[in-house]
């Protein structure tokens, strides 16, 4: 790619609306909602008070519950000429952390990434990257593929730019250099280009949702926001109240209110007539708690993520079967999200394998992935249940409960006291 094939292809993507979503996600999930703040800060530039800003955390609280529930046990299953190095290799990488630092993102922005590549150091690596400082370039297939990466990002205080590729991975940097009374950004090339052999793109893209580039949870963002807004004008009417009687009790001095301007609105009313204002109009706690527990519950219905902390859901069950039943709808979704994200941990697995069967001769095409819920533990359940059931082998029996009859008439056996017929009279 040449410097300025590269330039045009930055400065596209950066005005592009995909580029604009994916910082619209990295704020909310960072809990810092757009719209309330534009309008705090409207109102503190106009100098009306109150202007508090309180932004709720439901955005990442959504995210991180369905990815506790999907990511936090992911299994690699080899065969018995891989089993002990594909075992060695996931430790090292620290697999389990990057599964689920990787299925965070693609949860948050639809977008995540992933960079398999070798040294001589490390060895056989591959590592998370942050999916706003890549521009993914994909090829004009019916079904594309990510052909190209562009890797920007800041390295001691510089800002480099990687061109990856399955055949080329060409290094450049972003420097400033003034050209008469003005400065001008400008990218240079600073090392000879690597010449790559490998049958993919090494930066691998996941993602979680079936149609478009929006995130899984766009759905429920507008309802973030609605609900921040509830919230944070709950407290600013406490402030409006507290200023109403401060001014009513004539504790505070004539110029300290001229920044109320819901006083200015009250203008000549007696104090009789101003006493409703405030009590019909400014303060209904009632109604507001309505208001945010009905977009609380309207976000977890549309992201299909369990509130757990709603206790009335269940009428007080807290039961593992109670909470299995709650948990279906996420399940389903769940498996909706694993079905697309499961290609890019295979993605993966095959760029390992490349480097594996090339460099020690082992091959890891045949490894299956499996998602394995985070579950409530209902075994206590079912043992109370078919205690009485004498219709059902036991052998059936421990299989309902999750159990391995073959492993667990090994326990049996290695548990079972030894006799010596020597000894016996």
Not at 19 to 29: A, E, G, I, M, Q
Not at 68 to 96: F, I, R, W
Not at 191 to 219: H, N, W
Not at 284 to 293: C, G, L, S
Request: proline share 3%; hydrophobic share 35%.
């Amino acid at each position: 790619m040449t410097i300025q094939e590269l330039k045009q292809f930055i400065k596209t993507y950066d005005s592009s609306r995909e580029f604009n979503n994916l910082c619209l996600y990295d704020s909310y999930y960072n809990t810092k909602n757009h719209e309330l703040y534009k309008k705090a800060k409207d109102r503190e530039y106009r100098r009306i008070n109150p202007n508090w800003a309180i932004p709720t955390a439901y955005y990442p609280t959504i995210v991180d519950s369905m990815a506790g529930y999907l990511m936090s046990n992911v299994e690699y299953t080899g065969d018995e000429s891989n089993e002990a190095y594909l075992k060695d290799l996931l430790k090292v990488n620290k697999t389990d952390v990057k599964d689920m630092k990787t299925g965070t993102l693609a949860l948050a922005f639809n977008k995540a990434y992933e960079l398999v590549y070798y040294t001589e150091e490390k060895g056989i690596c591959f590592s998370t990257i942050n999916p706003l400082q890549v521009i993914p370039i994909y090829s004009t297939d019916i079904e594309p593929i990510l052909e190209t990466a562009i890797w920007r990002r800041e390295v001691k205080g510089e800002i480099r730019i990687d061109v990856i590729s399955k055949d080329l991975w060409q290094y450049f940097k972003e420097v400033t250099e003034q050209v008469g009374n003005r400065y001008e950004k400008k990218i240079i090339e600073i090392a000879e280009p690597k010449v790559l052999t490998l049958p993919a793109c090494p930066m691998i893209e996941y993602r979680t949702e079936l149609i478009g580039d929006k995130s899984s949870f766009d759905q429920v963002i507008n309802y973030v926001i609605a609900l921040d807004w509830a919230i944070s004008g709950n407290s600013n009417e406490i402030d409006r109240l507290s200023d109403a009687i401060l001014a009513l009790g004539q504790i505070i001095d004539k110029k300290d209110v001229e920044h109320m301007d819901e006083l200015k609105v009250i203008s000549g009313l007696s104090k009789d007539e101003l006493a409703p204002y405030f009590v019909d109009k400014n303060s209904n706690p009632e109604f507001r708690k309505y208001v945010t527990e009905l977009l609380i519950n309207e976000i977890h219905k549309h992201s299909h993520v369990v509130d757990w902390y709603n206790v009335a859901l269940t009428g007080g069950d807290t039961s593992a079967k109670a909470l299995m039943t709650r948990l279906f709808d996420m399940n389903m979704y769940s498996k909706r999200i694993e079905k697309v994200y499961i290609d890019g941990v295979y993605q993966r697995l095959n760029l390992l394998s490349y480097y594996t069967s090339t460099l020690n001769g082992v091959s890891l095409e045949d490894v299956q992935v499996t998602f394995k819920r985070t579950l409530p533990d209902d075994i206590t359940d079912y043992l109370i249940n078919l205690k009485s059931v004498d219709w059902i082998s036991n052998k059936t029996k421990q299989i309902m409960c999750g159990l391995d009859p073959d492993k667990e008439a090994e326990n049996f056996e290695a548990e079972a006291p030894i006799i010596n017929l020597d000894e016996v009279e």
